[in-house]
């Protein structure tokens, strides 16, 4: 054999070994080597893992600090009460062709008759809801009702003989900045997720859309991430003080601000739609203009700024009590403005500039309540009692 030869099959028996060693560390690797997880779930409250498996409870607990009691003690209490809410529906391609679509996020039960709270964008547009509870007991779910400017829902699961953990509900205007919450969610589909934080506000409005807000929303730090929507935030004492709802992230992941829906406003709506099958808004029937500035002035309005009436609905609450709405039309730019009507700058000495600053305070009442408009009518200042009615078709 010529030297060329030998050389060139010295040189392809060593390709062929390192292919071999190669070919048998990826074998190696893929059989023990670390993984991506396939399914993550949460070990049920029963079970014990292996380290832990003859120890107790109350053995393990007593290596707990102050701190972590608490975690541990909260999240025993809760978490079976906490729910997965899957829900089903279809949207429509480009070629108008129907595709399914599946959504994720959190709820509790509230009741042991099976009524669970959530926030209306989880199962909003849902045709199927299924909730999957701690135990991982599945249960199809009924849409009982929302209060969509709120973003909360109310869904109802047949416990079918079944004894339900019900969460209790605290009180969310005993509230103070500084105090420990919990919050327990589904983020990602990772369920039965606790995080822990304080309260880091209360008393914020944050607006979540053109319609929709929280009122009174309490900001803690604890993690929020997509998936919690509709959970609980929990006090130290395991009780239910908000509905994790929204947080403000300009990465899309948690920034450490989060908001939470107060529980006394998701108190008084599940109780409509327990009791009524509807909330009960109130209505002041009053459609309205911002005006400020530039455009105050040019009007010749007596105040920098208010809610200019352009029209009050027949019969309704504010057309009643007298307020009067424009009587002629005039441009502004690109926009048509009906003018001459009553100029509103407060309800119940609370300054209004906006029809959000409106909705805000009328958020704030029920149907019979009566608010005082002051109003500009002309030049002259008054004040008008409106009795407030029932928002139709609410």
Do not use: C
């Amino acid at each position: 054999m010529s030297p060329t030869k030998k050389n060139a099959s010295q040189s392809s028996r060593i390709v062929v070994i390192v292919l071999l060693l190669l070919a048998g560390a990826y074998w190696a690797g893929a059989r023990w080597g670390p993984r991506d997880p396939q399914v993550v779930g949460a070990v049920p409250l029963g079970s014990d893992s292996k380290s832990a498996k003859n120890a107790s409870f109350a053995q393990r607990d007593a290596a707990l600090t102050d701190e972590e009691a608490i975690n541990v003690r909260v999240y025993r209490q809760v978490s079976p009460a906490v729910a997965n809410i899957l829900t089903k529906a279809t949207e429509y391609d480009f070629f108008m062709d129907p595709v399914p679509v599946e959504g994720a996020g959190s709820g509790f039960v509230i009741d042991e008759k099976g009524y669970i709270l959530t926030n209306f964008h989880v199962v909003q547009e849902a045709q199927s809801i299924e909730v999957v509870l701690g135990d991982q007991s599945r249960y199809p779910a009924k849409f009982i009702g929302a209060d969509q400017r709120n973003d909360v829902a109310l869904v109802k699961i047949e416990p079918k003989g079944k004894h339900l953990t019900a969460l209790a509900l605290g009180d969310s205007a005993a509230l103070q900045v500084g105090q420990k919450v919990l919050a327990i969610g589904n983020p990602f589909g990772f369920q039965s997720t606790l995080t822990t934080g304080v309260v880091s506000a209360i008393g914020r409005t944050v607006q979540t859309s053109q319609t929709t807000f929280i009122d009174e929303a309490i900001q803690t730090d604890a993690a929020i991430n997509r998936g919690n929507s509709g959970g609980p935030l929990i006090n130290s004492r395991g009780e239910v003080i908000g509905i994790n709802s929204a947080i403000y992230t300009p990465s899309g992941t948690t920034a450490g601000i989060g908001f939470a829906i107060p529980i006394n406003s998701a108190k008084r709506i599940a109780h409509d739609l327990m009791t009524d099958g509807r909330v009960h808004q109130a209505f002041l029937g009053v459609q309205t203009i911002s005006v400020a500035g530039q455009l105050a002035e040019a009007l010749d309005l007596p105040a920098q700024e208010g809610l200019l009436v352009e029209s009050a609905t027949k019969g309704g609450p504010a057309a009643v009590a007298g307020i009067h709405g424009g009587d002629r039309v005039v441009r502004a730019g690109m926009q048509r403005i009906a003018i001459g009507g009553d100029l509103i700058v407060a309800v119940d000495g609370n300054k209004v500039a906006s029809p959000f600053d409106l909705n805000i305070l009328l958020n704030r009442k029920r149907p019979g309540e009566t608010v005082t408009l002051t109003i500009y009518r002309g030049a002259k200042k008054m004040d008008l009692p409106v009795k407030l009615a029932e928002r139709p078709g609410a």
